[in-house]
């Protein structure tokens, strides 16, 4: 409660926590509402010719490329971002832990050279260490999981056995396995 209140008192970590909130993703729920998002007509417009073209059996270049950009970008935001979240996570924190109510309180014990030794930059990429293996066993059963999910959607779509309930109900009656391996997860 006491860094709650100091959080409130102190305006320089207002900023901090709000490009980490941006950072980690809430710049996706800013952008929901303003941001129209396209048709299934459209979609099919766009990705139908190149995707007929991988459905017979060759891989044009420009997937290839637009598949690596893709991974290359979500690696980038996954690491610059999550680094840079943690960074000023960690700089917040030690705002916090400096102020002098929650030293007086004794729940923080600080080390007058504690804070010159490890810099945000550190404390941030340990954060970030530790947060990656803390997601390492939901992408795995996520990775894993959403392949059995497509071998069962493909399989509803092209020979369903029961076409009066709608089709996500049918994928999660043929694979609760994966849902619940990831609500687990």
Same mark, same amino acid.
């Given at each position: ?44 417009? *766009? ?57 007086? *309180? ?31 066993? *939901?992408? *795995? ?45």
């Amino acid at each position: 409660m006491a860094a709650l209140l100091v959080t409130l008192a102190t305006p320089a970590t207002w900023p901090l926590a709000l490009a980490t909130f941006l950072i980690r993703g809430g710049v996706v729920l800013i952008l929901l509402p303003i941001v129209v998002l396209p048709t299934t007509v459209g979609l099919g417009n *766009l990705f139908g010719p190149t995707l007929t073209v991988v459905a017979f059996g060759s891989v044009p270049v420009q997937v290839i490329v637009a598949a690596g950009a893709v991974g290359v970008v979500a690696l980038a935001w996954l690491v610059i971002g999550g680094w840079l979240a943690a960074a000023l996570e960690a700089e917040g924190a030690r705002i916090v832990a400096r102020d002098e109510e929650v030293v007086a *309180l004794g729940q923080v014990d600080i080390a007058p050279g504690a804070n010159a030794a490890t810099s945000s930059g550190s404390v941030g990429a340990r954060i970030l260490v530790a947060r990656l293996i803390a997601y390492a066993p *939901l992408a *795995l059963v996520v990775a894993l999981g959403s392949v059995r999910l497509v071998f069962v959607t493909y399989r509803e779509l092209t020979s369903p056995i029961d076409v009066s309930t709608p089709i996500a109900l049918r994928v999660l009656r043929g694979s609760p396995e994966v849902v619940v391996a990831v609500i687990v997860a």
